[in-house]
């Protein structure tokens, strides 16, 4: 992988590799990391579905009041992660978070199946429950409420997130451990790039 092999902007080449990653038929190619950190500063990770990608940035949809919600709140600084194993490629980025429009988190919410839609409005997500037997129930009852409703209304907990890239690094796995590596940063209204060792 050279600089000439990736497009200027580094957005487009995500949108690229991201596209060779569903072609590649391997599942969840849009799964990533997604690292915050705590106000003492303990750093936590977990997977999340990437939701869009473009020159906004990297969006996720997720309870606005899980402990990721409140970390993000905490501290707006995060990095995340795309690895595809098949292709031997992984995307890295660093960035500040943004809350997205409600209208765009409604969107998003009814395009969900609606046992999805039905499991927000249900999920205390983060929070302690007594048995898988309380979830089911707190499911169940969610269910009960919204039958019949032909367009489940977002929740008031549930929203969405876009991560703002600062940095966005590219690695190509190659022999003998000499991975290809190219990070792009800001740079007034573009971004400037270089290799780094491996």
């Given at each position: 992988?050279?600089?000439?092999?990736l497009?200027?902007?580094?957005?487009?080449?995500?949108?690229?590799?991201?596209?060779?990653?569903?072609?590649?038929?391997?599942?969840?190619?849009?799964?990533?990391?997604?690292?915050?950190?705590?106000?003492?500063?303990?750093?936590?990770?977990?997977?999340?579905?990437?939701?869009?990608?473009?020159?906004?940035?990297?969006?996720?949809?997720?309870?606005?009041?899980?402990?990721?919600?409140?970390?993000?709140?905490?501290?707006?600084?995060?990095?995340?992660?795309?690895?595809?194993?098949?292709?031997?490629?992984?995307?890295?980025?660093?960035?500040?978070?943004?809350?997205?429009a409600?209208?765009e988190?409604?969107?998003?919410?009814?395009?969900?199946?609606?046992?999805?839609?039905?499991?927000?409005?249900?999920?205390?997500?983060?929070?302690?429950?007594?048995?898988?037997?309380?979830?089911?129930?707190?499911?169940?009852?969610?269910?009960?409420?919204?039958?019949?409703?032909?367009?489940?209304?977002?929740?008031?907990?549930?929203?969405?997130?876009?991560?703002?890239?600062?940095?966005?690094?590219?690695?190509?796995?190659?022999?003998?451990?000499?991975?290809?590596?190219?990070?792009?940063?800001?740079?007034?209204?573009?971004?400037?790039?270089?290799?780094?060792?491996p």
């Open positions: 992988m050279d600089v000439a092999d497009d200027p902007n580094p957005i487009v080449q995500v949108e690229r590799w991201l596209a060779d990653a569903r072609a590649s038929g391997m599942i969840h190619p849009e799964a990533m990391a997604l690292a915050t950190a705590a106000p003492d500063g303990r750093p936590s990770v977990r997977m999340v579905l990437l939701k869009g990608c473009d020159e906004r940035g990297f969006g996720f949809f997720t309870n606005v009041e899980s402990r990721k919600a409140d970390e993000l709140a905490a501290n707006p600084r995060v990095a995340l992660v795309l690895y595809w194993q098949p292709l031997d490629r992984q995307v890295r980025a660093e960035g500040t978070i943004e809350r997205v409600d209208e988190a409604q969107s998003y919410f009814d395009s969900r199946p609606i046992g999805s839609r039905v499991a927000a409005w249900a999920s205390p997500q983060s929070r302690p429950v007594e048995s898988r037997a309380e979830l089911e129930r707190l499911y169940a009852q969610a269910a009960e409420d919204l039958a019949g409703v032909d367009r489940p209304p977002l929740p008031s907990h549930w929203g969405g997130y876009r991560v703002r890239p600062q940095a966005i690094e590219f690695w190509q796995s190659r022999t003998n451990r000499l991975h290809d590596r190219i990070r792009y940063e800001r740079d007034g209204d573009g971004w400037s790039h270089v290799r780094l060792a």
